[in-house]
């Protein structure tokens, strides 16, 4: 698909990655090839019209992994509603074969898993770097006690 660059918008600039999980409803095996694709082509499409930019898709039998850029603007909880309810409409008018396994007109589960992904670095590294801004070296060595922690 695509890699992950620097959103510039008129008062912020942004690389945002989120890491989705999201199984089908019941978590029925309803991801063929011809489902997979389906999925794909409407997310190409998605990333046409709004900031979300899919920079992976990968199918299980039962559920999708999304690996998605978008800006701040979108909260992690609207970017996948609209990912959910687009592709399940299309995959829905495309695979009527689909509606059949799945009772009640949903196609995917109402939950998720969301995880943000980091380019620059792991947790405790940014942790370090936002924590050092600032402070020179010796006043840390001798106030290290009184420095504040979040966690």
């Not at 890491?19 to 046409?48: G, M, N, Q, W």
């Not at 990968?58 to 592709?87: E, Y």
């Not at 020179?136 to 006690?145: A, D, N």
Request: charged residues 30%.
């Amino acid at each position: 698909m695509e890699q992950s660059y620097y959103i510039h918008k008129s008062h912020n600039v942004s690389v945002i990655l989120y890491h989705y999980v999201c199984p089908a409803k019941y978590r029925r095996i309803v991801f063929s090839k011809e489902v997979d694709l389906t999925i794909k082509e409407v997310c190409i499409e998605i990333s046409k019209r709004y900031d979300v930019n899919f920079l992976e898709i990968g199918t299980d039998k039962d559920h999708v992994h999304f690996l998605i850029q978008s800006v701040p603007v979108l909260s992690p909880s609207r970017i996948i509603q609209m990912v959910k309810s687009i592709t399940a409409r299309e995959v829905f008018r495309k695979h009527p074969e689909v509606k059949k396994k799945l009772w009640g007109g949903e196609f995917w589960s109402d939950g998720f898993f969301v995880n943000t992904v980091s380019k620059f670095g792991d947790e405790s590294s940014i942790s370090k770097y936002v924590r050092d801004q600032g402070i020179e070296k010796e006043y840390t060595i001798l106030h290290k006690e009184k420095q504040l922690r979040l966690f």
